[in-house]
């Protein structure tokens, strides 16, 4: 059946780091794929998505590119902040359901 | 610009309890849903409405109900709580339709419901 699978966490980095978490997908069809963001207490935002292969989605310096050769969607960030310490998920939409990752814990020190 | 707002945001059950979690948004979105987060689990799909006047079952359906009052509200209810409901639930809506391409959801802030 659809699943996400990503990269289990968590993830301590230094500031100025590169960030990378790692999501595959499993999906009948052709799925829209996203990266949430959840900061403590809140609930999730939307951080990126795209709609076919190739795409590439970014926002506040995250990136990730659809890869439907290796139903991939990974997330990147070259210089990551302390302000980016959250929970991110990986997600895909097909039909009217979504199926979300595990999440990944991410802690950016100074 | 409230977006998706749930209430209660905190509850504290005793097993056997029974209880609702509102949910309502005002983007005029046709779909809502309710999840579940556990940790380790991500969050599970509990039901969902893809418009109003209807509902469908998602992974974790059992131990719930759910009502679409209207196109705005969508509750979720749990008749006889139990200690593995004991969860953080996150309301959420959509605009699009099933297969009208990328939705985006909209979450709610959550509910932390604990069931003793």
């Known amino acids: 059946g659809d699943s996400v699978t990503q990269m289990e966490g968590p993830v301590t980095l230094s500031e100025e780091a590169f960030l990378t978490i790692n999501c595959t997908y499993t999906a009948t069809g052709y799925p829209s794929l996203f990266w949430y963001v959840q900061y403590p207490g809140e609930g999730l935002q939307l951080l990126l998505k795209a709609t076919k292969a190739d795409d590439k989605g970014s926002n506040k310096g995250f990136e990730a590119t659809y890869r439907k050769e290796t139903t991939s969607f990974h997330l990147e960030k070259g210089s990551v902040q302390v302000s980016d310490s959250a929970v991110y998920f990986c997600?895909?939409?097909?039909?009217?359901?979504?199926?979300f990752g595990t999440g990944t814990s991410l802690t950016v020190i100074p | 610009n409230a977006g998706v707002t749930q209430t209660p945001k905190f509850q504290v059950l005793k097993t056997g309890q029974s209880m609702t979690l509102q949910c309502a948004q005002d983007m005029n979105h046709n779909s809502m849903y309710w999840y579940r987060q556990d940790p380790g689990m991500g969050l599970r799909l509990i039901y969902y409405s893809a418009s109003e006047g209807t509902t469908d079952k998602g992974e974790v359906p059992n131990g719930y109900n759910v009502s679409r009052l209207n196109k705005r509200e969508f509750s979720l209810r749990l008749e006889s709580a139990a200690p593995s409901q004991t969860s953080v639930y996150f309301c959420?809506?959509?605009?699009?339709?099933?297969?009208?391409?990328?939705?985006?959801?909209?979450f709610g802030a959550g509910s932390r419901l604990t069931v003793l």
């Open positions: 959420a809506s959509s605009a699009r339709a099933a297969g009208a391409g990328a939705n985006v959801l909209t």
């Open positions: 997600a895909h939409q097909t039909g009217n359901q979504f199926y």
